[in-house]
């Protein structure tokens, strides 16, 4: 008997078997019962009626589709602001840049509600009205460094002899960053986009301390319906988030692994 | 010449605004104003009151529970993801596939969704929420990040070292501990990092896993304070010395490195 378990151990694949059954039961699980709890009521029978109030309570709706495009233009200024700070950091020296990145990623260790409130007091301090301006900034402020990080990973992997191959070949700087440098950088882009679009759309608290309670995203409406106790709803709207994230993660197939890498912030 | 004059400045200008509110906080440290902004002359009783307790026992009753809950659930994550990390390596190309993307479900669900998936799961098996809850939730979204920084550093290493061990008598348990272990102590050591900075950092998934006992880590804490209106002053102090710790750690960590490259 002991025999046989010291085999069945000594089979180092089997090692993966206490993660599968920890992600079917804490992640797999889960995501069925979101799926289930979207088409039950209250009392556990099948139903349509959650989906249904979709359409004939537009609120949750319209503040889905607002927060997609709050999230669209974070991402998109997110993108514009980054892209050149990543690309000039690869170009410099690899000592002195890599203790820019970590300045640049140090902020995220004080924690997002109390720089949140600081960027408050600022925009009080130089008499900024809050509002969606504020709130694009401070979601710029939160992101930026999530876009910053994996453009700059994958920039400063990039082979130096394409680059040159493409200068050789008669290409001008500027062909050379459009036809070489900018298509190499995209599967960066593409795993910024997924650590920012997303966790935008679903951010709450930053939204409401940014504009005073005057914007919510979707993220608040869905904390209010779990919070409300209207699970059944709530787990509707979620839902709808998953399929986001189905779509976004189809997008970028083969980015995947390229996303989870750029997770070694360290 | 000016290229790189411009393309310093901007980078600067970017970091200023970055830490513009860093320092706000840092310099409102240094005065004892309830509110955020206001100056009352320079004084060090904030963070004099963080040590002494007493009137904010809650708030490091609150920092405790953080580094506690970050501890344990690093410390889980670190042995079930590099276990699971070993596995994936020894699976067959396509279960390695499967698995790899089943690892990334919870590092691209927003943690929103990861909340409320697992808020359902313990209410519908009626399991009360409270320690046990968050440290499972906290392992849950950090074991994948241990995983991937585990799985390079096998890939990395060369698979004859191990069966070499075991041609020459090693026991399986022998040659993990002595061939395997060391070659991916890098990997389990960043791993363990990140999955604590993950877990200190959560608020979403810890909010909707906590239950209503009474249990507050620092997020929750500063939530329910914002939400009350300002944050507790001590706070202020508080997030100075953890910023200043970090940046500490942060700069000799990286001046070990180049050492070690030169």
């Not at chain 1, 979707?218 to 919070?227: A, H, R, S, V």
């Not at chain 2, 399991?127 to 849950?140: D, K, M, P």
Request: charged share 10%; glycine share 6%; with cysteine.
């Amino acid at each position: 008997m002991q025999r046989k378990v010291l085999t069945f151990l000594g089979r180092r694949r089997n090692w993966t078997i206490p993660y599968v059954l920890f992600l079917a039961f804490f992640v797999l699980v889960p995501m069925a019962l979101i799926v289930f709890y979207a088409f039950t009521n209250a009392e556990g029978s099948f139903t349509f009626a959650n989906i249904q109030k979709f359409w004939i309570h537009p609120e949750a709706m319209n503040t889905f589709l607002y927060s997609v495009v709050v999230a669209l233009i974070t991402t998109f200024l997110c993108i514009l602001i980054g892209y050149p700070a990543a690309y000039i950091l690869s170009k410099m020296e690899a000592r002195r840049a890599k203790l820019l990145v970590i300045l640049f990623i140090l902020p995220m260790w004080i924690n997002f509600l109390i720089r949140t409130l600081a960027t408050v007091a600022l925009f009080d301090f130089f008499k900024i009205p809050l509002g969606e301006g504020a709130l694009l900034f401070g979601m710029v402020y939160n992101f930026l460094p999530f876009m910053i990080y994996p453009i700059y990973n994958i920039l400063q992997k990039t082979d130096q002899s394409l680059i040159e191959a493409a200068q050789d070949l008669g290409a001008n700087p500027r062909q050379v960053f459009l036809k070489t440098v900018f298509p190499l950088s995209i599967p960066g882009i593409a795993s910024g986009i997924i650590m920012v679009f997303m966790p935008v759309i679903s951010t709450f608290a930053i939204a409401e301390l940014l504009t005073i309670n005057n914007i919510k995203l979707f993220g608040t409406t869905l904390q209010e319906n779990i919070y409300n106790g209207t699970w059944n709803y709530g787990a509707a709207l979620s839902l709808l988030m998953l399929l986001l994230i189905g779509l976004t993660a189809m997008l970028n197939r083969g980015g995947n692994s390229k996303a989870a890498e750029e997770g070694n912030l360290i | 010449m000016i290229k790189r004059i411009l393309s310093g400045s901007y980078l600067g200008i970017l970091l200023l605004m970055l830490y513009a509110p860093i320092l706000i906080i840092i310099i409102f440290s240094f005065t004892e104003a309830k509110v955020l902004g206001n100056w009352t002359g320079f004084s060090l009783k904030l963070y004099a009151s963080i040590f002494h307790g007493g009137v904010h026992h809650s708030l490091t009753n609150a920092l405790w529970n953080t580094l506690i809950i970050g501890l344990i659930a690093a410390a889980a994550s670190t042995v079930l993801g590099t276990m699971a990390a070993i596995g994936i390596y020894n699976l067959m190309p396509r279960s390695q596939k499967a698995m790899q993307m089943v690892n990334t479900i919870p590092i691209l669900n927003p943690d929103i969704i990861t909340a409320i998936s697992l808020f359902l799961l313990f209410v519908s098996l009626g399991i009360s929420q409270g320690y046990t809850t968050v440290i499972l939730a906290h392992i849950t979204f950090c074991t994948p990040y241990v995983v991937l920084s585990v799985l390079p550093r096998l890939r990395r290493m060369n698979p004859n070292l191990y069966e070499a061990a075991l041609d020459l008598g090693a026991t399986p348990f022998l040659a993990v501990r002595k061939i395997l272990l060391p070659e991916l102590k890098p990997g389990m050591i960043s791993g363990f990092i990140l999955a604590f900075t993950l877990s200190i950092d959560d608020f979403v998934v810890t909010l909707f896993t906590i239950g209503n006992e009474g249990l507050e880590t620092l997020s929750t804490y500063i939530y329910a304070d914002a939400r009350k209106g300002g944050l507790t002053p001590e706070l202020r102090p508080l997030s100075a010395i953890i910023f200043i710790l970090v940046l500490v750690l942060l700069l000799v960590i990286n001046q070990r490195a180049a050492k070690k490259k030169l």
